[in-house]
C-alpha cells in the first residue's frame, strides 16, 4: 500500500480555483497530485529562506497588497520588501500601526500578535473589521477600543 493521506480543505478565491481546473485539465493530472507537487518543490518549512518565501506567499493569498511597480519598471525582487508589508504605489507602509486604517499585518502590529490570528478573530466576527474590495481594513481606532473592552463586531450587530 501507498502512504497514509489525510484530507485536506481550502478556501480558494473562484479565480484560483479556476486555474487550478485550468491546470490540472491541460496536463490530465489530479488535483492532489498538483497540489502535493507544489508543496514537494515550495514549501521549506526548515530554513529561514523557506519560511520567508512562504510569508510572502501567506501575505499574498490572505489578499495583502504589494509594491506597485512604476511603469517600465521591472518588479523588484521578492526580498527587496520585508515579508508581508504592504505598501502603496507611492512607497506608503500601509501597515503602519499608527494610520488610521490598517492592513491585517498592521492590525497584527498594533495589537502585537500575528496577522493570521487576526484575520481568524475577524472570519468570525469577534474582531471590528471590514471587507473592502475583499481584503480585510480595520479602523485604528476600533481595535484600540476593542481593547480596552468594547464590543465585538458580533456583539454590537446583537445589541442593534
Not at 485536506?8 to 507537487?37: P, W
Not at 510569508?55 to 518588479?75: I, K, Q
Not at 481568524?120 to 471590514?130: D, K, N, S, Y
Request: charged share 20%; glycine share 10%.
Amino acid at each position: 500500500m501507498g502512504e497514509e493521506l489525510i484530507p485536506l480543505f481550502v478556501r480558494l478565491s473562484v479565480e484560483q480555483a479556476e486555474r487550478l481546473d485550468r491546470a490540472v485539465a491541460a496536463i490530465d493530472a489530479r488535483k492532489k497530485d498538483v497540489v502535493s507537487g507544489l508543496i514537494d518543490q515550495h514549501v521549506d518549512p526548515d530554513s529561514p529562506q523557506g519560511l520567508a518565501a512562504l510569508r510572502t506567499l501567506a501575505g499574498l493569498g490572505r489578499g495583502e497588497l504589494v509594491p506597485a511597480a512604476a511603469p517600465g519598471a521591472s518588479a523588484p525582487p521578492a526580498s527587496a520588501a520585508a515579508p508581508g508589508v504592504a505598501a502603496t504605489p507611492e512607497g506608503g507602509d500601509l501597515d503602519d500601526p499608527a494610520r488610521p486604517i490598517l492592513t491585517p499585518a498592521g492590525a497584527a502590529a498594533l495589537l502585537g500578535v500575528r496577522a493570521v490570528d487576526v484575520l481568524e478573530l475577524a472570519e468570525h466576527g469577534e474582531l471590528p473589521g471590514r471587507r473592502v474590495a475583499g481584503q480585510w481594513r480595520f479602523a485604528r481606532a476600533a481595535l484600540i477600543d476593542w481593547v480596552a473592552g468594547g464590543q465585538s463586531a458580533s456583539q454590537r450587530s446583537a445589541s442593534r
